[in-house]
């Protein structure tokens, strides 16, 4: 009875948070460039994945319990001002909620030193296309590049890495640090696991 009564606690807990809650960040086109225009549509289609991970309830839980050091703000006095040592996973969402609505420019460029690059509360991200596909031949490019700006934003909301040395055991599985303690990190590779298992699904995306 009693441990019945437990997963009856934890489903409403998990069911509520962040329910009836959307994320529609739109593309800034005036300040958006691509290396070639014929990725214009692919560019479209990745901000309306994005939308599309970051409010379904199944991401959204995978951090009602989460908690990450509070050394991924980027800026030093945020880090003071966290009376905490975590940021939770809730408080991680309720920053994204406060943004929910934002405007955001994609610059796509063919290739870089990372997947992509992005500064904090600068409304603009750059996307490196090829390193992109070869990171992630198994997805449409599209879905790929959506990977990549889901775990691109968290920079623009103001969470850095503490470093961008990774220990993974494979091309298929994170750094398990890095998966605890980053949380940009742990948000490209849930983005990731999450749309690889739509793509098996064929799950409709909304605005696609």
Known sequence: MKYNLLLALLFLSL???GQGKTVHITLDKARSRYFDPQYTACVDSALAIMNAV???AE???R???ASFPKINYCDEQARENQASDF????QMYSTLFQAAQASWAVKLKRRGPALGSTLPH???TTAYYKNIRADMPELPRAYALAVNLCHEYMHELEYCHRSNRFNEPDAAHPDPEGYQK???YRVGWDAFYQLVEWVKQGKPIPDL
Do not use: L
């Open 182 to 184: 980053d949380i940009a």
């Open 59 to 61: 991401f959204q839980t």
């Open 122 to 124: 600068t409304g603009i």
């Open 54 to 56: 970051f409010s379904s």
């Open 63 to 65: 951090y009602a319990d």
């Open 87 to 90: 940021i939770t996973g809730p």
């Open 15 to 17: 069911s509520g948070f």
